[in-house]
């Protein structure tokens, strides 16, 4: 793919954000309005629908992107890690917002102060603040995506070989499997582990900004993913391309080739 001239990560983006898409996506941006101080930055509606088609939400340094499910894009409900300056003040607004709680604030021995809440559509948001110089770790962001699945040491190696992520931890519990691994993606995290009692699999939507959306889609393939669009380039600037893992997450692999909007 030939050089453009223009970053391949579009302005206030990272390599990677989380794209939830839910049924009642815009009641979701509401929620995470009151619940996160979250700010809309952009929303379209599919055409002759009130459906949003796309929407982009910014909590702290990192942006969410978001859309109604519909028959071709079914539901992947995320799982956030949501680091923020004060842990029970909005773990206190989620709830008031109408999230549910799945565990409430306490201190953890890796030096957080977390609870946990599922809001409205599904979608779980582990809020913390850790207890350091600073509210988030260093290489961390506000958001960062968190996938559960059944075989998280093959996912490791999946986006290893697929997307070339480095792994930053890997930590396995009593039977071997992974309670949490983290690996890095050009300039972003993203965690996983493997699913185990209420943490079931939650398949997950992921955008994923690249130099070469080419060259990265051809080595997921390689990599034992499945295509969902191939690379095209698309009216809002971005030359893109779809994959599958086989646990049913979906990565939408992007290079920034024009500035459109403004």
């Known amino acids: 793919m030939a050089s453009t001239g223009v970053k391949p990560i579009r ?9 939830i898409i839910v049924p009642g996506a815009a009641g979701l941006i509401d929620f995470m309005k009151k619940a996160f101080d979250a700010t809309e930055m952009f929303r379209v509606a599919r055409p002759g629908t009130s459906l949003i088609m796309h929407a982009e939400v910014r909590i702290g340094d990192s942006m969410v992107e978001l859309a109604d499910a519909i028959e071709q894009y079914p539901p992947t409900p995320a799982s956030i890690h949501l ?5 029970d003040r909005i773990y206190s607004q989620a709830m008031e917002a109408g999230a549910k709680s799945l565990h409430g604030v306490v201190n953890q021995p890796y030096g957080d102060r977390e609870g946990t809440v599922e809001d409205p559509t599904g979608t779980m948001w582990c809020i913390a603040t850790h207890l350091g110089v600073v509210h988030v770790p260093s290489g961390m962001r506000t958001v960062t995506p968190y996938l559960i699945v ?10 290893k070989n697929a997307f070339e992520g480095e792994q930053m931890e890997r930590h396995l519990g009593p039977e071997g499997t ?4 983290m690996m890095k993606i050009g300039d972003s995290m993203i965690e996983m582990s493997e699913a185990h009692g209420q943490w079931g699999p939650r398949p997950s939507t992921i955008h ?3 130099p070469n959306t080419d060259e990265l889609y051809a080595r997921a393939l390689e990599a034992g993913a499945t295509s ?18 086989e646990f049913g997450n979906r990565w939408f692999v992007a290079t920034h080739i024009r500035d459109v909007r403004p």
């Open 178 to 181: 992974i309670v949490h691994g």
């Open 150 to 159: 059944r075989g998280a040491d093959r996912l490791m190696d999946f986006v």
């Open 208 to 210: 994923l900004y690249v």
């Open 228 to 245: 969902i669009q191939p690379p095209a380039d698309q009216p809002y600037g971005d030359r893109s391309a779809g994959v599958s893992d």
């Open 11 to 19: 302005e206030g983006f990272h390599t990677i954000t989380p794209y």
């Open 83 to 87: 680091y923020v300056k004060d842990v």
